[in-house]
């Protein structure tokens, strides 16, 4: 074999290994591909809603949002299942079957409970193997109501002194109110032998003109045995506002 033929084999071999590779990273890139655009809902529309800061005054409050979605395919799209990421959160479209260029209005619930943040994901399950998702948030701001900054308190590390054993612990009582309206004084139920004492309502400089913010003292004391799990109960205007379990034993 002349040494020109063996250099045109070496030519040819070259060019299909360049090939190979451009083609193989191609089907790389194929195979790996996210198949966003095949797998995107055929339903257009707003799908989030920030309900913002909800203001209540009992133990929960639900809100409610209409989401308008369209078709906009040219193929008919079926809603077979609605599910939501907690038992806080419901939706009810008004149909099932949307046809192209049609709407479907989707009713969507979000139960509030105490104060804090709270999120929620609803997903639409499309005929197909696709989904629809619709996400909630709001900020509970439980008006009148209260919490406490401990429910366990640990009593284990006391004094002795000459009329017995001295336990005492301090709790923290926060309320929320519309602005400038000052909480009703928190009332305790407690057992023989402890006494409680509850401080007045003193308003925090954290607020704004859509809520007060205010805290109280609780401060228990125990002159008695030592603690085995009593209770007391804070009230708020006549309802529960949380149990406190005293615990711990004299040093």
């Known amino acids: 074999m002349n040494k020109a033929l063996v250099f045109r084999l070496m030519i040819v071999a070259v060019s299909l290994l360049v090939i190979g590779s451009v083609v193989g990273r191609r089907l790389y890139r194929e195979g ?3 198949p966003a655009e095949v797998d995107a ?3 257009a529309g707003s799908s989030s809603i920030d309900f913002g800061t909800v203001r209540f005054s009992g133990t929960e409050e639900t809100v409610n949002h209409v989401f308008r979605l ?4 040219d193929e008919l799209v079926s809603i077979l299942d609605v599910v939501s990421s907690c038992g806080c959160s419901t939706a009810e479209p008004s149909r099932t079957d949307i046809n192209p260029g049609e709407s479907v209005d989707v009713v969507a619930s979000l139960k509030l409970q105490g104060g804090g943040e709270r999120n929620a994901t609803i997903w639409l399950k499309l005929k197909g193997g696709r989904t629809h998702t619709l996400a909630l948030t709001a900020q509970g701001l439980r008006l009148n109501g209260a919490q406490l900054s401990h ?3 640990d009593m284990g590390g006391v004094e002795e002194e000459e009329q017995g054993i001295n336990v005492s612990a301090e709790i923290l009582a926060t309320a929320y109110t519309q602005p400038g309206e000052r909480p009703p004084h928190p009332s305790v139920n407690s057992p023989a032998g402890i006494q409680v ?3 007045e309502w003193v308003a925090l400089p954290i607020g ?3 809520f007060s913010r205010w805290a109280a003292l609780i401060v228990v004391k125990r002159n008695d045995l030592p603690l085995d799990g009593d209770f007391i109960e804070v009230f708020l205007d006549g309802e529960s506002i949380g149990s406190i379990r005293l615990d711990g034993r004299p040093m």
Do not use: E, M, Y
């Not at 369209?70 to 395919?73: D, E, I, P, V």
């Open 32 to 34: 790996t591909r996210q």
């Open 41 to 43: 809902s055929p339903l």
């Open 70 to 73: 369209t078709n906009a395919s």
């Open 151 to 153: 429910l366990v308190v």
């Open 197 to 199: 004492d509850v401080g």
């Open 208 to 210: 704004n003109d859509v």
